[in-house]
Structures are given as C-alpha cells and as structure tokens.
C-alpha cells in the first residue's frame, strides 16, 4: 500500500477499506459522482496570509486547523502552537483542538474542515501516514462529507500551499489535488 501511495499521486488512488460506517458506504455509492468533480475550494485571505505567518515562518513539520463558515468559504484559522512537531512529522494537539471547537467555533457556526501541515521543500503531497489520519479524523466527523489535507511546501523564499481533499467511497478513501481560491 505504501508503494502505491508513492507511486502517482497526479490521479486518483484507492486505500484498503477499513472500519468506516455502513451509512458512508451506501452514502457514496449513491452521490460519489459529485466528488468527482470538486471544484475549488474557497479560502478567506486572512487565513491564507496567516497560514503562510504561522506555519511558513517556520521549520517544518507544523500545523493548524481549518474551519469553514456556513457559506463553504474556510473562513476561520487555528495554529497549533502546542502540536508535536519534527523535521519529519506534525502531531496535532487533539485535546487543544477539541476545547477550540467546542467553545469557540461550534457556538459560531464553524465546523473543522481539514488540517494543514507544512512539509520540507520538495514534499508536496500528504503522506499515507497524512491520508490515513485524515480518513480516520473524516470517519469522526459527523459534520463534513469531505477533509482537507493541504501541504505548505516550506521554500527558501515564499512557501508554497498545495490543497488536497480526502473522502470515503465504495473503494475506501480517495485523495485528490484540488485547486483553491483566495477570496
Ligand atoms: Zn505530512
């Protein structure tokens, strides 16, 4: 399974079905054609600038949370200042999220969309390891359909973001490069 993550991540790729609900299953095989055609997600410019603050001024692996407003648009910015970082993985503070979503988000309206985690130049696609915590984050979500795994490609000048979206389907999970918009 690893090789084929590896291996082309330009298409589409399944993974091994593992403990995800009935419901999601019978959920996609009925309105799995629509994600096939994502279209680009909407990112509010102040979180755009301040994931490129946060995360791009400093030494990968590191992240933060996204959440979006009611109206599709991730709107709304969480650094996690208190996750594990290493040059080769980022670890969420899951108990400093959670208290986050709950007294700050959910009273308003915002629900977690994805995690972005910065990687070092060259690494632009999220890792199986990535992929699979954000299917099993995805399978604890009663609230979103799809999760967003963007990469911030660390350079020497002016990092790079690159957004990528995970869902269940009949074959498992999929990942996809999608495009994005500043708004
Ligand atoms: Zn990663």
Sequence with gaps: MMNQCASDFGGWFAFAPHAFLAYRI???VKH???????????????????ILHDLGLRQPE??????????????TWYHDLTGKSSPTSYSPDVLAINSVLRDEWQPN???????????????????CGDINYGLRILDSLDTVDVFYL?????????????????????????????????V
Excluded: D
């Design 109 to 127: 309206g915002i629900k977690m969309a994805g995690i972005v985690h910065s990687h070092s130049t060259g690494k632009r696609v999220p890792s």
């Design 62 to 75: 590191c992240g933060g949370v996204l959440g979006m407003a009611r109206n599709g648009v991730i709107s």
């Design 150 to 182: 963007p990469i911030l490609e660390i350079q020497p000048v002016v990092p790079n973001l690159f957004c990528y979206v995970i869902f269940r389907n009949s074959a498992g999970g999929r990942c996809k490069r999608i495009p994005y918009q500043i």
């Design 26 to 28: 019978a959920y996609f």
């Design 32 to 50: 799995g054609e629509m994600y096939l055609n994502l279209q680009a997600v909407s990112i509010a410019k102040s979180v755009y600038y301040q």
